[in-house]
């Protein structure tokens, strides 16, 4: 058979132009730069009004993801998305395929809810009559030979056999079709695996089986459904204790490479070459039983991996027939990357608005700890949470450490620099009291949809970025304003010497509202005297509260108001306008300028 290569472009075009499957061509910004018609039907615009628009759904290379579209027939349906890179244009850009597969969708989808209405019928009779016959088995009903309760023992183990396979047709069910809904939380790894062995114990010894468990003295913290985890750890426990007649089971656990691994091994049976690579498949049972009756459900392995991936983990197997098996799953250490692009992905699931993300790093808390309680940096970690949740609905604490804060916000027009100033007040007021000085911190700042569509850019990209707060704070606008030009001037060379780079003064209240017009520029902070000639104080904040422009510029009053330094940030938190008293003390102004800009 000869392969020939295809040089006539309308040939080509023809084929995409024709086909049923969508084509767009999309550039790295997410931009649409070609569009075949399949496309712009299931995206139910005009190819005119796709070009050079974003394209509207995640664009994820390794795994292909749903989409809901609008089919030939008009109707909704759903669609699968895939991506490849390609250059086009002699710049790199995606190649992204749309395929009708509403027909699968609704398949898949008649064939769980036919496995879960099943399984939940199965459940009450089961259940029920679990309950009558344990009933007669411990004598309530009457008295029972020893030979009745032989049988119904059997009834009884059956049933809880029967119960364990329904469930676990429950479990493979909600997976395959992503409705599983995992509690996942900061836990201790090392605690979960050595008091899920623990349990085993009992079992391990009746059968005079050795039992040996190597676990650290330390923590290892991961980000899990612990219920889950369990399952896991039984599930293999389970196997190896089924399948070894004599010798030992072993469990140890290491780190590396950004991960914890757990492995349970065992000197049983083993697993011949052509069944290992299928061990995690639906429904796949060992051939045989070193214990006769002891079957499963065949899916426990394929539960246990698909638990494992959806933690972000990997579960693998090694085995020799005749020399025992070695079961093997890893899971990455917590961290914020893990946390954030679980809570994204759960969002963009529920909703696709736009939002924002900051994640803020403490730069200098090892220089912080040492001078304070190691319970008072974790108190402020629980403040900045519990006043970020204080914020509203908008508004939430994704992850919280004494040294990094994620925060998230619905991206509404009058959020966007207010989220940032509150974050940023928030967490100096807090670790001022902690430390009384000023902290460093860098942050970074995500927008969805324009800085990425899916978890691990959008997080990639907002940790990546390293923006000093210090430095970004030291290149804003200051206006001075007061009649009084020496006092302007003492004010400005004391925020020049704090290492503020513009600093500009005004003699009167019309000066503020000249040096907007003539900068073209609304100052990021203003220091105002309230008794001047003409113009005074309160009128140029009530004109500058009555535009969309300047209403919500910080004000610093100079005035006669005392400020009692230790109580600076109690003060703070109270007033919807600070006052700073006359003559000005330099360590004040500089405390009450950290926290306003």
Not at 57 to 85: F, S, Y
Not at 212 to 222: G, T
Request: glycine residues 6%.
């Amino acid at each position: 058979m000869v392969t020939q290569r295809m040089n006539n472009t309308s040939g080509f075009q023809a084929i995409v132009e024709n086909s049923k499957d969508g084509f767009l061509i999309v550039d790295k910004k997410s931009m649409i730069r070609f569009v075949n018609p399949a496309a712009s039907i299931f995206l139910n615009k005009k190819p005119d009004a796709l070009l050079d628009t974003p394209f509207p759904h995640p664009i994820k290379r390794d795994d292909a993801i749903e989409m809901n579209l609008i089919r030939n027939n008009g109707e909704p349906g759903t669609g699968e998305i895939q991506v490849v890179d390609i250059f086009w244009e002699n710049a790199e850009a995606y190649l992204i395929t749309i395929r009708d597969i509403t027909e699968r969708v609704i398949y898949d989808r008649l064939k769980d809810e036919f496995v879960s209405n099943v399984s939940h019928e199965l459940r009450t009779p089961l259940t029920s009559m679990r309950e009558s016959i344990s009933q007669v088995y411990d004598g309530i009903l009457g008295d029972v030979n020893e030979n009745q309760q032989k049988y119904l023992s059997i009834c009884i183990k059956n049933i809880d056999r029967l119960r364990k396979i329904v469930n676990e047709l429950l479990d493979i069910s909600k997976m395959e079709a992503g409705k599983i809904q995992l509690q996942k939380c900061k836990d201790d790894l090392v605690e979960i695996v050595r008091s899920s062995s623990e349990v085993f114990m009992p079992v391990l010894k009746k059968r005079e089986l050795d039992f040996e468990i190597s676990v650290p003295e330390k923590v290892f913290h991961v980000f899990v459904d612990r219920d889950r985890i369990v399952q896991v750890m039984n599930n293999l426990l389970g196997n190896a204790t089924k399948f070894t007649l004599k010798g030992k089971i072993q469990v140890a656990m290491t780190k590396e490479n950004g991960s914890y691994s757990c492995s349970v091994s065992d000197t049983g049976e083993g697993i011949s070459k052509e069944e290992l690579p299928l061990i995690f498949d639906k429904f796949k049972e060992f051939e045989k039983s070193t214990r006769p009756g002891e079957t499963g459900s065949g899916l426990g392995l394929a539960i246990s991996k698909k638990i494992v991936e959806l933690h972000r983990g990997t579960i693998k197997a090694d085995s020799e027939t005749g020399k025992g098996s070695i079961f093997t799953f890893a899971l990455p250490q917590y961290s914020s990357s893990l946390v954030v692009q679980d809570f994204i992905d759960e969002r963009l699931k529920e909703s696709n608005e736009n939002f924002m993300l900051y994640h803020v790093h403490i730069n200098d808390l090892d220089s912080i700890i040492p001078l304070v309680k190691k319970s008072e940096i974790q108190e402020a970690g629980r403040k900045i949470e519990s006043r970020l949740k204080n914020l509203g609905k908008q508004v939430c604490p994704v992850f919280v450490e004494p040294d990094e804060i994620v925060a998230f916000a619905e991206d509404y027009p009058e959020n966007k620099t207010q989220f940032k100033t509150k974050l940023f007040r928030i967490i100096k007021e807090i670790y001022f009291d902690v430390a009384d000085a000023e902290i460093d911190f860098s942050y970074g700042k995500v927008m969805y949809p324009s800085d990425g569509q899916i978890s691990e850019n959008l997080w990639e990209k907002c940790s990546e970025q390293k923006i000093s707060e210090t430095r970004e704070r030291m290149e804003k606008y200051i206006l001075v304003v007061d009649d009084i030009v020496e006092l302007t001037e003492q004010v400005q060379i004391l925020l020049e010497h704090f290492g503020y780079q513009h600093v500009d003064v005004a003699n009167s209240g019309q000066g503020v509202f000249d040096y907007i017009q003539n900068q073209n520029r609304v100052p990021d902070l203003l220091i105002l005297d309230m008794k001047m000639p003409g113009m005074s104080g309160y009128e140029v904040i009530g004109r500058l509260k009555e535009s969309y422009k300047t209403k919500d510029m910080p004000v610093l009053i100079m005035s006669g108001y005392e400020v009692e330094m230790g109580r600076l940030f109690d003060y703070i938190s109270h007033r919807a306008i600070l006052t700073i008293n006359k003559p000005v003390q330099p360590e004040l102004l500089r405390k009450m300028v950290y926290f306003l800009i």
